[in-house]
């Protein structure tokens, strides 16, 4: 089956570094992707990486091992807007359904 | 206007009702899903449809129902509400056949059974 670990609460200060780790068991592997989710709101996409190494999109990066079955999102020059819970997905085999991880609440401080 | 739209956005209700969730959306996406939020679990696939002739069970669908009236348009319904059903319920969409395709999602139902 497919399951997906992450930390459930992460605190940071404002301008700060924080990184989110996941963890992932699949049959297969297709990619894993981030999403941001604001106090019960709609998820909204963060990124994808379907291959080993670092994505940078502006203040938010995400990297994968799959060798490790590993990947992280690092947040940098957090911002207290970035306070928010973030959820790993993979998808289940190629067709777009995805399982997500359970969520990691990131409280930035000021 | 939201690319994904939710109806209702709030819903009380009592144990037994019929309650249908409605979906609609804008982007012209083939692929559509609903999803289960409750605390401390994260997201969960009801069911998904990739086209309005297919419909799909997810990890959950045990005591719902879909319907794919259009391309545009799923709703979800639960024929017969019990308590632990009450979470938030989002739909989502997306483009296409690769797992690289990002999801759409409505800003949710929050449904409460009492």
């Known amino acids: 089956g497919q399951s997906l670990e992450q930390p459930s609460e992460v605190t940071a200060v404002e301008g700060a570094i924080v990184q989110i780790n996941c963890t992932y068991q699949?049959?297969?592997?297709?990619?894993l992707s981030w999403y941001q989710q604001h106090d019960g709101g709609a998820p909204t996409f963060l990124s994808y990486?379907?291959?080993?190494g670092l994505e940078e999109t502006g203040r938010f990066s995400s990297f994968l091992s799959r060798s490790d079955s590993y990947g992280y999102l690092l947040l940098q020059e957090l911002q207290m807007k970035d306070s928010a819970s973030y959820f790993c997905?993979?998808?289940?085999?190629?067709?777009?359904?995805?399982?997500f991880g359970q969520g990691t609440e990131l409280s930035v401080k000021p | 206007d939201a690319d994904v739209t939710q109806t209702p956005r709030n819903r009380i209700t009592k144990t037994g009702k019929r309650i249908m969730l409605e979906c609609s959306q804008t982007?012209?996406?083939?692929?559509m899903y609903w999803y289960r939020q409750d605390p401390g679990l994260g997201l969960r696939l009801i069911y998904y449809?990739?086209?309005?002739?297919?419909?799909n069970k997810g990890e959950i669908s045990d005591g719902y129902s879909v319907s794919r009236q259009a391309q545009a348009k799923f709703s979800l319904s639960l024929e017969s509400a019990i308590p632990n059903q009450t979470a938030l319920y989002f739909c989502?969409?997306?483009?296409?056949?690769?797992?690289?395709?990002?999801?759409?999602f409505g800003d949710g139902t929050r449904l409460s059974i009492l």
């Open positions: 990486n379907a291959l080993d």
């Open positions: 997905a993979v998808p289940l085999g190629q067709g777009g359904k995805l399982i």
């Open positions: 449809s990739f086209d309005v002739k297919d419909i």
């Open positions: 989502a969409t997306s483009e296409g056949q690769g797992s690289n395709q990002p999801q759409h």
């Open positions: 699949t049959s297969g592997f297709y990619g």
């Open positions: 982007k012209g996406h083939d692929r």
